[in-house]
């Protein structure tokens, strides 16, 4: 269930929001007269949105360039390519 305050709790009751958001990793909704204003999440919700949204555009991305292509990979072919790839990252 969403958490929907006024903005004034943040500055009235920012221990209690920081709480909120940390321990149920659930953005609160701030309203300002009654419309919704901002939005507080924790660093860790907003990261994970963030690497979620790149994870997104890269899918997209790799559809596009399916859609594009007919050039495909087997699935023992992408993975030994990411082993190779990894190898050579820890070798650095």
Do not use: C, W
């Not at 009751?13 to 953005?27: D, L, Q, R, T």
């Amino acid at each position: 269930m969403p958490q929907i305050r006024p903005v004034s709790d943040l500055r009235n009751n920012f221990a209690e929001i920081s709480k909120i958001v940390h321990e149920s990793n659930e953005p609160v909704f701030l309203t300002k007269n009654g419309y919704g204003d901002m939005v507080v999440m924790s660093i860790e919700q907003y990261e994970t949105i963030q690497n979620n949204n790149e994870i997104f555009i890269k899918l997209k991305e790799a559809e596009l360039e399916a859609n594009n292509s007919d050039v495909r990979y087997s699935h023992s072919e992408v993975f030994n390519k990411l082993r190779m790839r990894n190898r050579k990252g820890e070798e650095t």
